[in-house]
């Protein structure tokens, strides 16, 4: 029987509706024809009362070796095994969770590794959802290093609540021999479609704010009750938990207002590279591009531009800059051929007047792919494959020159055959049972795989 196993799910799913809605679901369909088990951070009723399924379910923290002491040498030895550094894993998350930085951090991360190694017993495959948190990142570390299979379940980039499935070095997994291009037409007609944006007043985003307070003491409430302060390192104790989103809430109320004032808009006839802004807690940054400013990178793109020619900067719709600190922002506001361009305008129609657009790991890189837009990538994102991809940063005035001089060409024929392809590997039904099969192909597929390689 093949056993599949051990899927590191947080508790941050109570709250996350594409988990909910579509992957446990289908994991409940899965769980008839494979041994199949859910790994959690939160207690069995918990998960329970949150999900309603009845699957095979095991609490990562119960297990006695939390209660184990750990030394200088049980840390060095865990991260030679692991091959990464637990400064190195610390530094790619910590934008995000800057409270965790607290006593005893690496012996607590010792343990991970242990409990890792004891679940991951007799197990095949290791399905994880994509995070940038410590229980995910090690649970990938210890499977790899253990010579288990890897499939990531992560956002697709093209359709909202779409998952496509990666494997562990964030490659799609190409599974299918033939591929439905629903995902493809949705995406064709988005880049047709009129755009429009809408923007809350500051008394929408504080009711807004108001709204999730609720589920805020809920999730602290489940964690005392747990008792999970003093052994899961990827969850702040009640106090800075509060304070830090009492923090970040505030920020997303005042900073886009404070951000205005470097705001700047599209002129008519200008030359102009895009560089959409991704936002920058995400796992795409923090866990892909940990050593990335994105802010401080768009200047340096600013000083490789051909004459007369603008770097358009275009900040996340979603966050509108409350996740950018306000000076760099200043700073780059300054810069003579840099426009940071506020939310109202419209991506994709920016997208078409520009040159070309240049991106690390955002998904315009999907549309502007669709719109035969020139595609600089300078990050990890899979697109690289068709666009051009940046090794080093002292090939970017060569490449940029070529766009904007006509010398460089697209190739739509290579365009077209990637947008079909990754689309068609994008899971866009809301049905468990098609989910199951669209995983269980996935899976059958990448068992006979004589590698972890999905190309």
Same mark, same amino acid.
């Given at each position: 029987?093949?056993?599949?196993?051990?899927?590191?799910?947080?508790?941050?799913?109570?709250?996350?509706?594409?988990?909910?809605?579509?992957?446990?679901?289908?994991?409940?369909?899965?769980?008839?024809?494979?041994?199949?088990?859910?790994? #959690?951070?939160?207690?069995?009723?918990?998960?329970?009362?949150?999900?309603?399924?009845?699957?095979?379910?095991?609490?990562?923290?119960?297990?006695?070796?939390?209660?184990?002491?750990?030394?200088?040498?049980?840390?060095?030895?865990?991260?030679?095994?692991?091959?990464?550094?637990?400064?190195?894993?610390?530094?790619?998350?910590?934008?995000?969770?800057?409270?965790?930085?607290?006593?005893?951090?690496?012996?607590?991360?010792?343990?991970?590794?242990?409990?890792?190694?004891?679940?991951?017993?007799?197990?095949?495959?290791?399905?994880?959802?994509?995070?940038?948190?410590?229980?995910?990142?090690?649970?990938?570390?210890?499977?790899?290093?253990?010579?288990?299979? !890897?499939?990531?379940?992560?956002?697709?980039?093209?359709?909202?609540? #779409?998952? !496509?499935?990666?494997?562990?070095?964030?490659?799609?997994?190409?599974?299918?021999?033939?591929?439905?291009?629903?995902?493809?037409?949705?995406?064709?007609?988005?880049?047709?479609?009129?755009?429009?944006?809408?923007?809350?007043?500051?008394?929408?985003?504080?009711?807004?704010?108001?709204?999730?307070?609720?589920?805020?003491?809920?999730?602290?409430?489940?964690?005392?009750?747990?008792?999970?302060?003093?052994?899961?390192?990827?969850?702040?104790?009640?106090?800075?938990?509060?304070?830090?989103?009492?923090?970040?809430?505030?920020?997303?109320?005042?900073?886009?207002?404070?951000?205005?004032?470097?705001?700047?808009?599209?002129?008519?006839?200008?030359?102009?590279?895009?560089?959409?802004?991704?936002?920058?807690?995400?796992?795409?940054?923090?866990?892909?591009?940990?050593?990335?400013?994105?802010?401080?990178?768009?200047?340096?793109?600013?000083?490789?531009?051909?004459?007369?020619?603008?770097?358009?900067?275009?900040?996340?719709?979603?966050?509108?800059?409350?996740?950018?600190?306000?000076?760099?922002?200043?700073?780059?506001?300054?810069?003579?051929?840099?426009?940071?361009?506020?939310?109202?305008?419209?991506?994709?129609?920016?997208?078409?007047?520009?040159?070309?657009?240049?991106?690390?790991?955002?998904?315009?890189?999907?549309?502007?792919?669709?719109?035969?837009?020139?595609?600089?990538?300078? #990050?990890?994102?899979?697109?690289?494959?068709?666009?051009?991809?940046?090794?080093?940063?002292?090939?970017?005035?060569?490449?940029?020159?070529?766009?904007?001089?006509?010398?460089?060409? !697209?190739?739509?024929?290579?365009?077209?055959?990637?947008?079909?392809?990754?689309?068609?590997?994008?899971?866009?039904?809301?049905?468990?049972?098609?989910?199951?099969?669209?995983?269980?192909?996935?899976?059958?597929?990448?068992?006979?795989?004589?590698?972890?390689?999905?190309?």
């Amino acid at each position: 029987m093949l056993h599949l196993a051990d899927a590191a799910i947080t508790d941050t799913v109570v709250n996350d509706l594409i988990l909910f809605k579509k992957f446990f679901p289908a994991c409940a369909k899965l769980s008839q024809e494979f041994d199949l088990e859910i790994i #959690g951070r939160t207690s069995e009723d918990t998960f329970r009362n949150a999900s309603k399924l009845d699957l095979k379910y095991t609490d990562f923290f119960d297990s006695d070796i939390f209660s184990r002491e750990v030394s200088d040498k049980d840390i060095e030895d865990a991260e030679d095994y692991i091959g990464i550094t637990f400064d190195y894993l610390f530094f790619s998350n910590k934008r995000r969770w800057s409270s965790l930085q607290r006593k005893n951090f690496k012996e607590k991360l010792v343990k991970y590794v242990w409990a890792w190694k004891e679940l991951f017993k007799d197990t095949d495959i290791v399905i994880n959802y994509m995070e940038n948190l410590y229980f995910t990142n090690l649970a990938d570390l210890v499977a790899d290093k253990m010579g288990i299979k !890897i499939i990531k379940v992560a956002g697709s980039g093209i359709v909202a609540d #779409g998952l !496509i499935l990666w494997d562990k070095d964030h490659i799609p997994i190409f599974y299918k021999s033939k591929y439905k291009t629903d995902a493809l037409n949705h995406l064709l007609q988005r880049t047709h479609q009129v755009q429009t944006v809408k923007l809350l007043r500051p008394v929408n985003r504080f009711q807004d704010v108001l709204n999730k307070i609720p589920k805020m003491f809920n999730r602290i409430s489940i964690r005392i009750k747990d008792k999970r302060k003093s052994i899961d390192v990827d969850i702040p104790p009640a106090i800075p938990e509060f304070m830090r989103v009492t923090f970040t809430a505030l920020r997303y109320i005042i900073y886009p207002h404070l951000h205005k004032f470097f705001f700047d808009k599209s002129r008519p006839g200008e030359k102009f590279f895009l560089y959409p802004l991704h936002f920058q807690w995400e796992a795409q940054i923090t866990l892909r591009e940990p050593f990335l400013n994105q802010l401080k990178f768009a200047k340096q793109i600013s000083k490789f531009l051909p004459h007369n020619t603008f770097l358009y900067v275009k900040i996340h719709p979603h966050w509108k800059n409350a996740d950018q600190d306000i000076l760099p922002s200043f700073d780059l506001s300054r810069e003579s051929n840099v426009r940071l361009i506020g939310p109202k305008e419209k991506t994709i129609d920016l997208i078409k007047k520009s040159l070309g657009v240049i991106v690390t790991n955002s998904t315009v890189g999907y549309e502007a792919l669709a719109l035969g837009k020139p595609l600089v990538v300078t #990050g990890h994102e899979v697109y690289k494959e068709v666009g051009l991809d940046v090794k080093d940063l002292n090939e970017l005035p060569k490449i940029l020159s070529q766009i904007h001089s006509g010398d460089y060409q !697209i190739d739509e024929d290579s365009y077209a055959q990637f947008l079909k392809k990754y689309s068609g590997h994008v899971i866009t039904s809301e049905n468990p049972d098609e989910i199951a099969e669209e995983i269980k192909e996935a899976i059958l597929w990448f068992m006979n795989s004589p590698t972890n390689d999905s190309k």
